[in-house]
């Protein structure tokens, strides 16, 4: 195996930020983990501390290890209930915003994605704090792709557009979905800041 060598200040760096334990169960011995998986990518928010069972028995287990993205999120805000099973349907609902493309085809599912995300936060303990700053933070922008404002009215589907309108009308489309996916990008981390957050007032008996 071919490796770039990481240089000590980063891995010094990385051991005394964990105290020089496994930042999953808190052992002895830690090794470094690279949490994308690119052996090359040195970079500090790209590297866990884990010992060996935490890294080689799980993390390099593809049937045991923890989610690539999730892993970041727990590099990034360090809380570890992230780590546990109860986050995972949260986390879950919220993984489509990692998946945008800001230039797709319009559909409805990102708007879905968005709204069960919403409706999910809402049913938790302070949910509804939290839900509607999420749906401030995912809420459409622009016209909605199933309607069409014609003489101030809204009216579903393209297909209800008169002739000379369609055109303009795609465009605007078009454009508003544009804008809904870039402002969804733009928020991802504010929303998952929110979760995390969220996660301290869960009973995480009842969920
Ligand atoms: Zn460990
Ligand atoms: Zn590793």
Known sequence: MSRKAMPAKTRDALLNEYNHK????????PQVHHIDEDHS???LENLLPLCPNCHLRDQHNPTRKIDIQKLALFRKYKDPAILKPQFDPIYRKQIFLSEIEINDEPTNYIEQQANELTYFVLSLDMGEFYGKKIYQLVRPVGINSIYILDRGTLHPKISHCRPDQKYEYKNLVLKSYREYRQKLVDNKEDVQEAIIELLRYQKWTNV
């Open 22 to 29: 496994c930042a999953v169960c808190g052992g002895d011995h």
């Open 41 to 43: 990518n040195n970079e």
